[in-house]
């Protein structure tokens, strides 16, 4: 959440995501989810609005959350998609690079390899490309 903050995103929107949107004790990831939920409102991540479990489609489409009745402040507005684990992640990575044509960061893969106070460049070690992030001091 502090780079989010970094960023200058004051309130991160964290869409965790999973299979479906409710919770069901035959998906792992769908009690995962609702245990962050619970984190996130005991505090453990001031400042940001995290709400799942989210199935894919309406974590990044308010129209796909509006037609099935889900009305959280995430829902088709997230800053962040938290996959349920690295098979999902890096399957949805791969599918913004190479079919979307986007870029995104992997936690475990990505590193600030160079930059000064005002920015930081982002670069992956196997796939051969990088972005340029701006970064801003958290207001005091």
Known sequence: MLLLQRLGIAQPKVAIVAAVETVNPAIPATLDAQ???ELSHQGA???AIVEGPFGFDNA???EAARIKGIAPRVAGDADLLLMPDLNAGNMLYKSFNYIGGGDCALRSRWRCCHGD???CLLSHPFQGFHVQVPLQRPAT
């Open 117 to 119: 106070e005002r920015t």
């Open 60 to 62: 990044i489409s308010a």
């Open 35 to 37: 245990a962050l939920v």
């Open 45 to 47: 991540w001031p400042g």
